[in-house]
């Protein structure tokens, strides 16, 4: 089994940053493109930002030039870093991971979420 545990969220006011990661355990052979995505009330999942194995990164431009997706691949390990925080940023942010199992099978997996909250 592949377990994808987010962590960080949180209260934060405007203006502010936070921190997040995601951390994959279980029996993984290899991960490959990782990603956040967030989900607001009432409102569709939506892509925040990707990351290749080799680093390559995409975001979506409601957050271009404030948050920052990186990942240490030896730890198995996403993170976000997010500035310049607004209210519109509120959602539960969720981690989400191409994992392979072994040589030939990989699978999509999710984090159970974390709740992000900016305050006016």
């Known amino acids: 089994q592949v377990h994808l545990v987010e962590s960080g969220g949180g209260l934060v006011r405007a203006g502010g940053s936070m921190k997040l990661s995601c951390v994959a355990s279980g029996d993984i052979f290899a991960i490959n493109d990782m990603a956040w995505y967030r989900q607001a009330p009432g409102d569709r999942r939506e892509m925040v930002a990707q990351?290749?194995?080799?680093?390559?990164?995409h975001y979506a431009d409601s957050i271009k030039d404030r948050f920052t997706v990186s990942r240490d691949n030896a730890q198995k390990t996403l993170f976000l870093q997010m500035n310049s925080l607004k209210p519109e940023d509120t959602a539960v942010y969720y981690c989400n991971a191409d994992i392979q199992v072994s040589k030939n099978y990989a699978y999509n997996y999710w984090g159970q979420g974390t709740q992000v909250t900016v305050s006016p």
């Open positions: 990351i290749t194995r080799d680093g390559s990164t």
